[in-house]
């Protein structure tokens, strides 16, 4: 079982793409994921969907960001009207008590804006990978 918690990190202004609260990104994102998918909103300063499902972190992070493309053109985004990307980190290790994110939990924070590349070198991506087990960490672009 994969379990990732999203965040959302809205970087584009625009009246079609609106900040996404965490019932309306659930009841989005289960419009538009197989049903075998389970998402649950959840109540966190950062952390806003639980989703799960018996697939690979891979192929999971893959049908969430094609969902929330759809979600978004549901609501009246073009197609092209951002940049999708979904950052992921695996919990290797102890959590503390009480977090929400546990270890072999996903920390998905799925990002949209104008210029992935700019967005990546802003948060000095490639320097926050380093040291992380390969198979730990994800960027997928959507």
């Known amino acids: 079982m994969t379990r990732f918690l999203l965040s959302h990190n809205l970087q584009v202004v625009s009246e079609n793409l609106k900040g996404l609260n965490s019932a309306d990104l659930a ?62 980190g695996r919990k290797d290790d102890q959590a503390a008590s009480g977090a929400l994110l546990q270890r072999s939990d996903w920390g998905v924070d799925v990002v949209e804006t104008l210029n992935a590349a700019a967005f990546l070198q802003s948060i000095n991506w490639e320097l926050l990978k380093q040291g992380r087990a390969p198979d730990g960490v994800f960027e997928l672009h959507g």
């Open 27 to 88: 009841a989005g994102l289960v419009a538009h994921l197989p049903t075998d998918v389970h998402v649950q909103a959840l109540s966190h300063p950062h952390w806003l969907v639980q989703v799960e499902a018996e697939l690979l972190p891979i192929d999971l992070a893959n049908a969430v960001l094609q969902a929330w493309r759809q979600l978004r053109c549901s609501a009246g985004a073009a197609d092209d009207a951002c940049q999708l990307l979904a950052l992921g």
